[in-house]
């Protein structure tokens, strides 16, 4: 039954305009932008003008609604009728393209709309004739066109050829605006003439005012939003308009490349309805873009982009001034260079699918521009497929044949994959046609692995979809275009309807061919795929390992022999060896299950061949060797079978000996190439090695490969020979021993040892020994590649300058340095050679290095000033540290020989001279000066002093004061050359008095004239005569002046210093350093006094002291010379940003934790200097900054919060903090630019050059050429929805883009779509800041759309991070990418050397050039705590000594992360800079290096520069970190990537690679294992009763050599090995002593416990992810961390990975100390426990050593409350696991998922029913019978165990209606249960002991029962136990919880533990006089009001 309709309720009059009223308040401030301010005082809303913020998402992308309304809203303010025009047109718009409002927000939009015109229709005086519209918006524009002056400024813009001076800024803006509303009329008026009558629309078409609009309209594209080159200012009517000049246009790399993309005549004729672009000239783009269907900001985009990459090729191949002749001869080596490096892998590819490349077709250099060109696009519109390279080169050869065959033609026709849209567009065709259905059917694929959970088995990711393109066969079964009913596009099944693929558009084929799933690889989760990847090592390791034991055993009296008998025995190996080569041709059958079907039935063939060859051949020689022995036991002397065997074995050895010379040494596989056309060698190397697309001819050098094998065979023997001598031997006489022994009483019933010769017993020995064995290869490799890697970093002159001193003391030699490094050659078009020296005869070295030090002081003093805006050094600090101007010439004219140096090498060194004078006895002034020279900065300040102070006082002084002066000089000059003529000689004690004068003199020349400040200055004249001529003039200087008249008269006239020309700027600098030379350097201590300043400590910040040394030790280093600007390689820096923090607003940087601290006052306690520096800068004192930044007043003091903001976020992980390190390069290359083009008087002044250099005709801009060279685009992946969302971090990225010109912003933009399907649309943009606005407004510029290009879909497929990256790697530009990471930084000094870095790519580092360059990082997050310096010094030794021995001798250097430099242009199409593929590529870094590798690329480590990074600093930080990388890492073991290097490189690469890669992580956990091992066998020893008969037999115990192995395993287990990296890199970098310090200083740190602990998370999760899988994105915050970390969350991260295991490592110990037999005081025992006691006792406490205020009584109480109460927290649906025990504990073992996984985790939870097994037996109560029955009982003590602990354990819910009988029952069953334990006790022979024991038998009994009832949690469910099972896990929880807390609590019973911890913790702060105390007690005295 229908309810009745509702009547209408009427609405009074009043109610309905207050609604619209509210209605037009509301949209008006999201339409119109009203301005609001934050805590910062910065303005957001419509500051920031976003478009499409205001207007719904849906309709802005469809129409430019947004701009209708801004203008509607500024012409609104001055006239009303024209914006209620335009208001009705944006509803008249919105009605259209939506009509029944369906989309998000539209409705209240219209509704707003509506109020808005109502208002304006109101504001209107009488009625609105609709009728007259157009003539309204005619006139007025008429009017706003007169008001502007428009035609007075397009006459002046037509004259600007140059950049827009400042003055023009204001002009181009009005301009740009008028034509913006001239098109947004226009386009009203044109909207109106569709509705206006038939008489009317011809006149007013026709009319004046319409042409006028129309053309200025069409003016506006001459501003259309650009990335890095403008659009060309040209019309189709060949008339120059106004729009942004072009800096580049005079630019001939520019220019030729532009004229390169030209359409010439010889092409096809577009047909007539084509429409001819007006903003730019005709090129192939718009051929190809016409044919094909790209889209046209992907055509705009690849436009700029070849462009640049023809720019960049011929400016290094031509100087670009018309000088080298045939400048075409180089335009065409260009274009031919491009080309072939952009088509290279294509043209690789279609040779191995044995194809005809297309290129060999393009016979022009506009057919390869065009194909060049046409992969680009394809490329630039690909998306997620440019993760699939080999996917795109089919594409692109199906295209390029179709171009060829169009290029024929008369007209241009287009492609028969074009489909045009409804409208007859085709936009979106290549898209849709092309990329879609590839893009759909990858997605489906994502989809189904449900984020990574479902195996990898199951669904294709990237590289399968890339690899099914290696086949020949993807043609015939793809065709073109595509056949989308292939198995290739066939979905996967899903098995459940949440996880169901989409249907799709298109109508269902006939039949859909079978799925085509992995083609060449499957990644089978298995641990064993570190055998089948690496297996040559293993069968390398075992068969060693085989030969030695067999010859340790055939020994005589320990002493090693050989005879014919043992070596027959030691051929046992080869049996072994074919076994396991069978065993890995079955792993290949096996991990190739379920590709069967898809792959090659060549690949399964030679597969079947392998499997029956190896078959085959492990029969027959094992039947041979069998024989050989039999006939060896019969001793049958024909040995005929032998000699078969032997014959057999030798030719199967040396034919593979033979064929792995042939592939792996480099000559002769270089030479086997040149026959690999012979069926027979092809068929042998195929049946070897399966022949993959990558990896093919992927060989060194000889000389490198045998470099890196004389490494290996160095290890290798040392390896064996300790494992001979200490591992093996040892052993051998107690296993013969414990063999023959038959009188072992075994304590339990025993099944296997007993009868086999005591096998168990041999095992429990041997087994850890076998463990060291294979591990520790990894331990060898890192002594002595660290011993290597020390040796080569002292080669490249690593750590030279590691101090002040050093410093100084080699100061005069860093200009030469720079200059031969760092400037390009000087040729004889630079203008820097025209330097004039003063005199020819000076000495050519005192000439180089004068002219050196002009060319250096510029880039120190730009280093300096860096420093100082960093807030690095004061100001005092700044003058100290700047390099004056070295002048060829004086004031007065005369030559200036003297280089002049930084104050603070000269500073307080003439007072020093002068009190050496004083203290001179003797007349000897030659004497004296050499006294003074011996000190060499003294010398140079005493001469400088000298030379400076005689041209100063002849520029101020008049003729005959100027006599006087050089009267004065000479005589002095005359003393000095005679040193013995008392007559000649001036008084040196009285020097002083000389000085002083001097200095008051200087110190008033030094500053702006003044009448008084001239009368001083005289006034300090005549006090300097007085005393020169009555105390410090010799006789004869006085007797000249007492003999001349006329300076006679000038005293009594007084004019000697009446008239004084007062110094000009030049001048006053010189007096300025005069008097800085003069003066003591005097600073005020703390307490306030006054005392002399130490240089020698300049500067006093300790990161200002490393950089200062690492950049001038650098220009010592080997590097390649600088190119010029123009020559260098272009490049771009690439950073991926999601939703970190951009800058620290006010907020988070006042807001207090618990303690009362927040990030701004922790940041001061830490960075003290660098506070008081900052406050220095700014002018203000700190409590005037808090007082007025606290301002309620938006716009007061918003320029200093400002700069508050700024200070604090460079000190954090930021991305202001890396765009600004990365901006630094823009500047470098702008310096850079300046200083090759500087003419000789500018170098000499030492001042930057003018912006605009000549250079013969070329007018080139230093900041242009900077432009074309480098590019920074920051991919922040949700900018868009964060603008739209008015977030914080939106307003400061688009204040990085206005304070940073270069900076662009790439995003993903998600447009919600009104049509039916509702499915949101997706676009990839880039977008700029709009500098057209004025300069002085810079707050106000909007951010602009520069390039949108849609994309098929979400682009988040895979892993977030590089998704993000590729999506934007298109808006990149240059031939090099940097990767940089937003948690780096970078400074300017390290900036000026990266064109010297770029220059590594020409440079041989091997066979291939370098397509990756590695750079060294420094760490600089190590100086806030003691765990951020181990961690930092850990990463050092990684990042440079490590990766130093990588790259050579080894060449195994992948990419590790940021900030590498990669080869752009061969990365981008070979498939990126990183995989994305889920969870198997989460380390996504490292697979672009090991692609690199594969694909013949070369990776290279480079020191001499480096960038900064931060890493976490508190442990929960790390450990997250830790575990995400370990977690990688145990993905990395599944991938084709890694299986394929193990297969492919040499054996000494392979070995490399392994051990620096996925083997470190296999190593590490199996030294946590050979703990487990060891522990187990000695507790199997104990509890079995074999050590208590072994100790009857004192022959073994004794022995020594069983000791010596023992202790080799302590040795082992320690890791101490493990250090010696990080201490040679310390005595490297640091020195020895400073070495021995740091390293001594870490260990009392604790550093140990820390790396131990570290141990752990690396061994759990590395070893959980290879069972079970479930690796993720960990995020670790990167945040400071001073807060204190609730026991709670400590135990949820760290109770499965670390303490479980470590009570279960106590536990083994325990059983080892109560039942073993062995001596328990001997050295030996406490060898063996104690580093399992230590790694323990570290395992179960470092989270609370570590943990700030861990041992504070109060946060002690505050864990206990917190963490009982997330224990016993029932919860409900959707808890968090912070909040809950139950939830934290489901999450914890939701890994566990797989049958595969169940099984494991049951066969490993096995081991804890050994303790049961062995304790029972050893209780009193059994008086030692070995019945089974006993275990059996056991059992039963258990299950009573459980049901007691049921009836504790009733819930209150259950029992709630008799909750007092439950309790009493409860009562009286606890002391019937205690009563029966003391009778039993007492009347029995159980004793306490055994009470004991038997805990300590059934906890890990039930510890093990409980992990296999979760692994069967299905089946425990089922049954109803589960939450039986929760209840026992909780218990158990909360015994381990209170076991770990107990210690803690007592210790925060007295105070000094946690002063003592607090101390440990922040050492390295304290030792910085920082107030860590404070930080830590709180902040409450200082809180913001």
């Excluded at 279609?350 to 680009?376: D, G, I, M, V």
């Excluded at 015939?476 to 309807?497: H, N, Y």
């Excluded at 416990?1649 to 670790?1676: D, E, Q």
């Excluded at 580093?1731 to 006792?1737: E, G, N």
């Amino acid at each position: 039954m229908e309810r009745p309709p509702r009547p209408p309720q009427r609405i009074s009059r009043r109610v309905l305009g207050n609604w619209e009223k509210l209605v037009n308040k509301a949209v008006r401030t999201e339409l119109l932008g009203r301005d609001r301010y934050n805590r910062d005082g910065r303005r957001v809303g419509s500051s920031y003008g976003q478009r499409g913020e205001r207007t719904p998402q849906s309709l802005a992308q469809q129409a430019d609604i947004d701009a209708v309304l801004q203008a509607s809203d500024e012409i609104g303010r001055h006239n009303s009728q024209v914006a209620c025009i335009l208001a009705e047109h944006a509803y008249r718009l919105t009605q259209q393209l939506d009509p029944r409002s369906e989309g998000r927000g539209v409705l209240q939009f219209k509704t707003g709309l509506q109020s808005i015109i109502k208002q304006r229709k109101a504001m209107q005086e009488g009625t609105h004739d609709r009728s007259q519209d157009i003539r309204i918006l005619q006139e007025y524009y008429k009017r706003y066109r007169a008001e502007n002056r428009i035609d007075q400024l397009e006459a002046q813009a037509q004259f600007s050829t140059d950049l827009v001076p400042d003055s023009h800024e204001q002009s181009f803006e009005r301009l740009r605006k008028v034509y913006e509303t001239a098109r947004i009329l226009d386009d009203v008026v044109n909207a109106l003439l569709k509705e206006a009558e038939p008489e009317d629309v011809s006149r007013l078409q026709n009319s004046d005012e319409k042409r006028v609009m129309e053309e200025d309209a069409q003016k506006l594209k001459g501003f259309k939003p650009y990335n890095i080159l403008p659009p060309q200012r040209f019309l189709a009517e060949t008339v120059e308009a106004p729009g942004i000049l072009n800096p580049f246009e005079h630019f001939p790399e520019v220019v030729g490349a532009t004229k390169a993309l030209r359409y010439t005549k010889n092409l096809p004729r577009f047909p007539s309805d084509f429409i001819v672009p007006q903003d730019h000239i005709l090129d192939i783009f718009d051929f190809l873009h016409y044919a094909f269907g790209f889209q046209k900001d992907n055509v705009a985009n690849q436009r700029e982009h070849i462009i640049l990459l023809l720019a960049s090729a011929q400016s290094r191949l031509c100087t670009l001034d018309g000088r080298d002749g045939d400048s075409e001869k180089w335009a065409d080596k260009a274009i031919t260079d491009v080309h072939d490096r952009i088509l290279q892998n294509y043209v690789r590819w279609c040779h191995f699918l044995r194809r005809e490349p297309q290129n060999k077709r393009a016979f022009t250099q506009q057919r390869r521009l065009c194909l060049t060109a046409l992969y680009l696009l394809v490329w630039g519109e690909a998306a997620n497929l440019r993760f699939m390279p080999e996917c795109l080169c089919y594409i692109f050869h199906h295209l390029a044949d179709e171009c060829f065959d169009l290029l024929e033609r008369t007209y241009v026709e287009r492609s028969k994959t074009v489909k045009q849209n409804e409208d007859g567009s085709i936009e979106f065709s290549f898209l849709e046609q092309i990329i879609t259905p590839v893009y759909n059917i990858v997605a489906k694929e994502a989809k189904a692995s449900q984020n990574g959970k479902v195996p990898h088995s199951h669904w294709r990711n990237y590289d399968d979809f890339n690899e099914y393109f290696w086949q020949p066969s993807c043609f015939l079964e793809l065709g073109w275009p595509w056949r989308t009913d292939s198995g290739f596009f066939r979905p996967p099944v899903m098995k459940d309807a949440k996880v169901a693929a989409p249907t799709q558009n298109a109508a269902q084929p006939r039949r859909i061919k079978h799925k085509v799933g992995k083609v060449h690889f499957v990644e089978h989760r298995s641990g064993f795929h570190l055998y089948h990847s690496f297996h040559r090592l293993w069968i390398f390791l075992v068969c060693m390992l085989q030969g030695l034991t067999i010859w340790a055993f055939c020994s005589e009296d320990g002493k090693l022999n050989l005879h014919v008998r043992t070596i027959k025995k030691i051929m046992s190996v080869g049996p072994t060896f074919v076994v396991m080569k069978f065993i890995q041709s079955i792993f290949d059958v096996v991990f190739m299950w379920g590709a069967f079907k898809s792959t090659r039935l060549t690949t399964v063939a030679r597969m079947l061949l392998r499997l029956l060859w190896f078959a085959s051949l492990s029969a027959a020689i094992l039947f041979l060797y069998v024989k050989t022995l039999q006939e060896d036991a019969r001793n049958d002397g024909s040995g005929s079978w032998f000699r078969i065997y032997y014959i057999l074995v030798s030719s199967y050895a040396g034919a593979n000996v033979l064929f792995i010379f042939i592939l792996r040494i480099p000559w002769l596989q270089r030479q086997a190439a040149k026959h690999s056309n012979v069926y027979f060698f092809q068929f042998v190397k195929w049946l070897h090695q399966e022949r993959y697309y990558v990896g093919r001819s992927m060989y060194e050098r000889t000389r490198n490969y045998v470099k890196y094998s004389l490494f290996w065979i160095f290890i290798l023997a040392c390896k064996f020979s300790f494992a001979m001598h200490f591992q093996i031997m040892p052993l051998v006489t107690p296993t013969r021993l414990i063999i023959g022994f038959d009188n072992i009483v075994y304590k339990w019933p025993d099944f296997v040892s007993d009868s086999n010769h005591n096998a168990l017993s041999i095992l429990s020995i041997w087994a850890p020994v076998l463990m060291i064995y294979f591990l520790d290869t990894q331990v060898w490799y890192t002594v002595v590649s660290a011993i290597l890697g020390g040796i080569e970093g002292a080669r490249d002159k690593l750590g030279e300058i590691r101090t002040l001193e050093m410093l100084r003391k080699r100061f005069p030699n860093y200009p030469a340095a720079f200059v031969k490094h760092m400037l390009p050659p000087i040729n004889r078009f630079s203008s820097a050679s025209s330097i004039q020296e003063p005199e020819p005869s000076t000495p050519k070295a005192k000439k180089t290095n004068k002219r050196d030090a002009i060319r250096f002081q510029p880039i120190w003093n730009r280093v300096i000033k860096s420093l100082r805006e960093e807030d690095l050094i004061n100001n005092r600090e700044k003058t100290l540290l700047k390099m004056p101007p070295n002048l060829m010439y004086h004031t007065n004219g005369t030559p200036n020989k003297l280089i002049h140096w930084p104050l603070f090498l000269l500073a307080n060194k003439v007072h020093i001279a002068v009190e050496l004078a004083a203290q001179h006895k003797t007349q000897d002034i030659l004497g004296l000066w050499s006294k003074v020279r011996e000190d060499e900065y003294m010398g140079h300040a005493v001469q400088e002093t000298y030379e400076t102070l005689e041209p100063l006082l002849h520029l101020v002084l008049n003729s005959e004061g100027r006599r006087w002066v050089s009267e004065i000089f000479n005589s002095l000059r005359k003393s000095l050359n005679n040193g013995g003529d008392e007559r000649d000689s001036f008084k040196m004690n009285k020097l002083r008095d000389v000085l002083v004068k001097l200095r008051d003199l200087t110190e008033h020349l030094g500053n702006e004239h003044s009448p008084e400040r001239q009368n001083k200055a005289s006034d300090a004249l005549k006090k300097l005569y007085e005393v020169v001529m009555h105390d410090f003039a010799s006789e004869n200087c006085r007797r000249i002046f007492t003999e001349s008249s006329e300076h006679q008269r000038a005293l009594v006239e007084e004019s000697l210093f009446s008239e004084l020309n007062w110094p000009n700027k030049s001048g006053q600098k010189q007096a300025r350093r005069l008097n800085n030379l003069l003066t003591v350097q005097k600073i005020k201590d703390q307490e306030g006094k006054t005392k002399t300043l130490n240089t020698e400590t300049v500067p006093h910040n300790l990161e200002a002291r490393r950089r200062l040394q690492f950049f001038t030790n650098s220009l010592f280093m080997h590097m390649p010379q600088a190119p010029p600007i123009r020559k260098m390689f272009s490049f771009c820096v690439f950073t991926p940003y999601y939703e970190e923090d951009v800058m620290y607003d006010m907020e988070k940087l006042y807001k207090e934790n618990e303690d009362g601290i927040s990030i701004l006052f922790y940041l001061q306690k830490i960075y003290p200097d660098e506070w008081q520096n900052f406050l220095e800068r700014i002018g203000l004192i700190e409590n005037i900054v808090f007082r007025e930044v606290g301002n309620p007043n938006p716009e007061k003091h918003k320029e200093l919060k400002l700069e508050l903001r700024l200070w604090a976020s460079y000190r954090g992980q930021t991305l202001a903090r890396t765009v600004r390190g990365m901006m630094y390069y823009k500047e470098a290359l702008v310096i850079q630019g300046q200083q090759e083009g500087a003419s000789g008087g500018d170098l000499e002044e030492g001042i930057p050059p003018s912006l605009v250099e000549a250079q013969g005709s070329i007018q080139r801009s230093a900041w242009a050429q900077a432009e074309l060279k480098f590019t920074y685009v920051v991919t922040c992946q949700i900018y868009g929805e964060q603008k739209r969302k008015g977030k914080v971090q939106a307003a400061d990225i688009l204040y990085l883009m206005q304070k940073h010109d270069s900076l662009r912003v790439a995003y993903i933009d998600v447009v919600e779509s009104s049509g039916k399907d509702k499915k949101p649309s997706y676009y990839s943009k880039l977008c700029k800041v709009d500098r057209s606005d004025p300069k002085g407004s810079g707050a106000n510029q909007r951010d602009q759309e520069v390039y949108s290009i849609k994309l098929p879909g979400d682009v988040k497929l895979g892993e977030g991070k590089p998704e993000n990256q590729n999506h934007a790697i298109i808006f990149t530009r240059g031939d090099c990418i940097q990767t940089i990471d937003m948690n780096q930084d970078n400074s300017m000094e390290e900036a000026f050397k990266m064109r010297n870095l770029l220059e590594e790519f020409k440079q041989p580092h091997g066979l291939h050039l370098p397509t990756i360059l590695g750079v060294r990082e420094h760490v600089f997050t190590g100086s806030v705590s003691s765990l951020a310096w181990f961690m930092s010094m850990q990463e050092s030794s990684f990042v440079t000594l490590g990766q130093r021995v990588l790259a050579r001798p080894l060449k195994v250097r992948m990419h590790y992360g940021h900030p590498d430099v990669f080869d752009r242009v061969f990365h981008i199409t070979r498939g990126g800079i990183s995989k994305a593929s889920r969870v198997i590529n989460l380390s996504e870094d490292i697979f672009a290096g090991f692609n690199t590798t594969l694909r013949l690329g070369n990776v290279t480590h480079h020191e001499y520069i480096q960038v900064g990074k931060g890493r976490d600093v508190g442990l929960n930080q790390i450990a997250l970190f830790e575990a995400k990388v370990a977690s990688g890492n145990g993905e990395q073991t599944l991938s084709r990537d890694v299986y394929r290097l193990g297969q492919l490189l040499d054996f000494p690469r392979m070995l490399s690679f392994f051990y620096t890669s996925v083997g470190f992580y296999v190593c590490t956990m199996m030294t946590v294992l050979t703990l487990y091992v060891f522990l187990y066998g000695k507790a199997y020893l104990a509890l079995s009763g074999v050590d208590a008969s072994l100790r009857r037999n004192s022959q073994i115990l004794q022995n020594p050599a069983l000791e010596s192995a023992l202790n080799t395993q302590f040795l082992f287990q320690i890791g101490i090995f493990t250090a010696v990296p990080m201490i040679v890199n310390l005595i490297l970098e640091q020195g020895i002593l400073k070495a021995i310090i740091s390293f001594c200083t870490m260990q009392l740190q604790l550093a140990s416990v820390f790396f131990t602990f570290s141990l752990g998370t690396r061994t759990h999760y590395f070893g959980r992810t290879i069972l079970h899988g479930g690796a993720k994105y960990r995020s670790t915050g990167r945040g400071f961390v001073v807060t204190h970390i609730h026991f709670a969350e400590n135990y949820r991260l760290y109770s499965r990975s670390h303490f479980t295991k470590a009570l279960e490592v106590i536990m083994l110990l325990i059983v080892y100390l109560a039942y073993g037999a062995q001596n328990r005081t001997s050295v030996t025992f406490i060898l063996l426990t104690f580093s399992s006691w230590f790694l323990a006792l570290s395992w179960l406490f470092a989270p609370y050593i570590f943990n700030p205020s861990g041992f504070e009584w109060q946060k002690t109480v505050e864990d206990f409350e917190d963490w009982t109460n997330w224990l016993f927290y029932k919860g409900g649906v959707a808890v968090k696991t912070d909040n809950s025990w139950e939830a934290w504990w489901v999450d914890e073992h939701d890994h566990i998922r797989t049958p595969r996984g169940r099984f494991l985790e049951i066969i490993l939870s096995l081991r804890f029913f050994l303790f049961q097994y062995g304790v029972v037996y050893s209780l009193s109560v059994t008086r030692g019978t070995n019945s089974i029955l006993v275990y059996a009982y056991s059992w039963f003590v258990l299950l009573g165990i459980v049901v007691i602990f049921k009836v504790f354990l009733v819930s209150q819910k259950s029992s709630a209606s008799f909750q007092l009988a439950v309790r009493l029952f409860q009562g009286l069953f606890f002391s019937c249960l205690l009563a029966g334990l003391i009778v039993a006790v007492v009347l029995s022979p159980l004793t306490i002991g055994d009470v004991f024991s038997v805990a300590l038998a059934l906890v890990p009994t039930g510890w093990g029962l409980l992990s296999i009832a979760i692994a069967l949690r299905p089946l425990m469910e089922k049954m109803r136990f589960w939450k039986s099972v929760r209840e026992i896990a909780r218990f158990y929880d909360a015994c381990m919880g209170m076991f770990i807390f107990i210690p803690i609590a007592l210790l925060s019973w007295f105070p000094f533990v946690s002063t003592f911890q607090t101390r440990l913790v922040f050492n390295q702060a304290f030792s910085r006089g920082l107030e860590i105390s404070l930080i830590l007690s709180g902040n409450r005295s200082n809180r913001k009001t």
